[in-house]
């Protein structure tokens, strides 16, 4: 089967190129732009001559010469993968070794100069943009790019501070986007809101759907929402149908009474992704935004943004105290496992096993994680999610916590191990351990670390080896991943296995 | 009034340092980030009644222990 996202979303520039795709903060940008801009890339990239097996870099932050890199490099038959400008030196090192790419496109000023592949810059791209309508170098996808071709790969965090670049196929995307039509009804031109970063898998959930079926996306980047003075002077100037965001940054947006139905007359969909999202945030919203459809969805990027959903409606905030997190996307079977990968009977815990057109082809390079999250359930592909969930009575499924040490923190998914790995490798700590603390209704307030010096003679000192730390944390470790308080001990207790004992420091912390 | 804004803005960024040292700077430090300034904000509101215009929030305003303490004093 070949694909046809790429040509769907042309097909707007070729009937109607003066429609606008992308709002930057009243920026506009239009289909006709995305495609010729996509075109001269795809054509750029040809002529490297490069092997269609090799993935291409994206490194940049949330602008419209972001979104063009990627469909020409889509174009071009390769896969993209997206690293944020804000990541650290070091992540972008991490992924250049694991993901081997055959080609870099700068969209920001790389942070290095010495790569050893091409590497289209900053003022190269802006060049080849600028002149692009001189170049006529039509290319159909479809002819050669299969199905089964890596679309995008987006690296999350893991366990031995190396991260895994999860590969998502055209039809993976295509399964994706068919179901945000039918069962959200995103099939028509519609506004988007546009937040989070583009390597994030939520920013999937806004993006292809909306330019698949013409829409206008609504861009709120990192810079404006780091401020609520600007945040709260953008958000009225928008028009936005169709809401998508984590449940933290819409809490962010409760805080001004004038972020109701009223101001915000527009917003039809509110999809939230990415974390839990909590009985008191969806009370607020539909509190708020009465006539809106308000949707819980779930799903680990490894199964392309989620496979499950439910309608938040008055009904559900009465029977459920902890929200569901609703039933699985068509053709997508979604089962319950216990230790030994037999099926657990309703009402009971199980971990959650997805199957079915979602699931990623596995970690890019990586046999060793890919053959253990990936395995086989009556001869099918599925993926272990590492997320335990329960079946009620309605056949809803519930979130019910992690099997591991997996937390989620602002919506971003973190491995304690990795934390406590980044910890080890700073030259003041001997040893380190990682836990989450909790706030209100289960969410994770901050990581508290626990550490132990190298030097034994640390009291008084604790202040100055705090700064330490966080300063070589910062030079190599996502800013989210950092922990908010410093513990200082002789010693971290253990398990009866000689292993130190998070559990038992996660009681400490919270209080139990 | 004021020790209440230090416990709460202790119990956000889980240090001590607020305390001590009232013009450590919160956001460049990355003691607070935005999330954690939303449930600052509702502290605020919750414990001492003070409600701020989001909208007029402008983070260079709000960025050491003093300056919040004097925010807080201004809008109570």
């Keep these: ?512 | 009034m004021k020790d209440t804004v230090l416990d709460i803005l202790a119990d956000l960024t889980g240090s001590d340092e607020v305390k001590t040292n009232l013009d450590t700077e919160l956001f460049n430090s990355g003691l607070l980030d935005s999330m954690a300034t939303v449930q600052l904000l509702l502290e605020l509101q919750t414990q001492l009644g003070v409600d701020v215009p989001v909208s007029e929030f402008e983070r260079s305003e709000w960025d050491t222990p003093n300056k919040i303490i004097a925010k807080v004093e201004e809008l109570g």
């Design chain 1, 1 to 512: 089967m070949t694909t046809n996202l790429i040509t769907q979303i042309d097909s707007w520039a070729v009937n109607d190129p003066e429609r606008v795709a992308y709002n930057f903060l009243g920026q506009k940008n239009t289909y006709g732009e995305l495609k010729q801009y996509s075109d001269a890339l795809a054509a750029r990239i040809k002529k490297l001559g490069l092997s269609r097996e090799q993935p291409i870099i994206v490194y940049g932050g949330q602008t419209f010469a972001m979104i063009a890199t990627f469909l020409g490099i889509v174009k071009a038959g390769h896969a993209y993968i997206p690293v944020d400008a804000h990541s650290p030196l070091k992540r972008l090192q991490d992924i250049k070794q694991i993901a081997q790419p055959a080609a870099c496109v700068a969209v920001n000023d790389l942070p290095v100069n010495d790569w050893d592949i091409p590497v289209i810059t900053a003022d190269e791209l802006d060049h080849l943009f600028t002149n692009s309508a001189n170049i006529v170098d039509p290319v159909t996808p479809a002819d050669y790019v299969a199905g089964d071709d890596t679309y995008y790969i987006i690296f999350t965090s893991g366990t031995t501070g190396m991260p895994k670049g999860v590969q998502i196929s055209h039809d993976n995307l295509q399964s994706f986007t068919d179901w945000m039509a039918e069962d959200f009804g995103i099939n028509h031109p519609m506004v988007t809101l546009s937040q989070p970063p583009y390597s994030f898998d939520l920013s999937v959930m806004d993006l292809y759907p909306t330019l698949l079926h013409g829409g206008m996306l609504d861009v709120l980047p990192q810079e404006t929402t780091a401020n609520f003075k600007e945040l709260f002077a953008a958000l009225p100037k928008y028009q936005i149908e169709n809401w998508v965001s984590t449940p933290s940054f819409i809490e962010m947006c409760l805080l001004s009474p004038d972020f109701n139905e009223q101001s915000n007359p527009t917003i039809k969909n509110i999809l939230f992704c990415g974390e839990e999202l909590t009985h008191a945030t969806a009370a607020a919203v539909k509190q708020r935004f009465p006539k809106a459809h308000v949707y819980n969805t779930y799903g680990p990027t490894e199964t392309t943004v989620a496979v499950t959903a439910v309608e938040i409606t008055n009904e559900v905030l009465d029977s459920y105290q902890r929200l569901p997190i609703g039933w699985p996307k068509n053709g997508t079977p979604v089962v319950l496992l216990n230790e030994d990968n037999q099926l657990v009977d309703q009402g009971e815990d199980g971990e959650i096993v997805i199957m079915g057109p979602s699931v990623s082809k596995g970690y890019l390079n990586n046999p060793e994680k890919t053959n253990q999250a990936f395995i086989e359930v009556d001869g099918k592909r599925a993926y272990k999610t590492g997320d335990l969930g329960q079946y009620d009575e309605n056949g809803q499924l519930l979130y019910k916590g992690r099997v591991d040490f997996q937390v989620k923190l602002h919506g971003f998914r973190i491995e304690l191990e990795e934390v406590d790995q980044h910890l080890t490798h700073v030259a003041e700590v001997a040893q380190a351990i990682t836990v989450p603390r909790y706030g209100a209704n289960h969410k994770v307030q901050q990581l508290v670390a626990y550490i132990v010096p190298q030097d034994k003679d640390f009291a008084g000192k604790e202040r100055e080896l705090t700064q330490s730390i966080k300063a070589q944390l910062q030079k190599n470790m996502m800013s989210y991943m950092m922990p908010g308080r410093f513990v200082f001990v002789d010693a971290i207790p253990l398990t009866p296995n000689g292993k130190l004992d998070r559990k038992l420091l996660m009681s400490e912390v919270n209080g139990k």
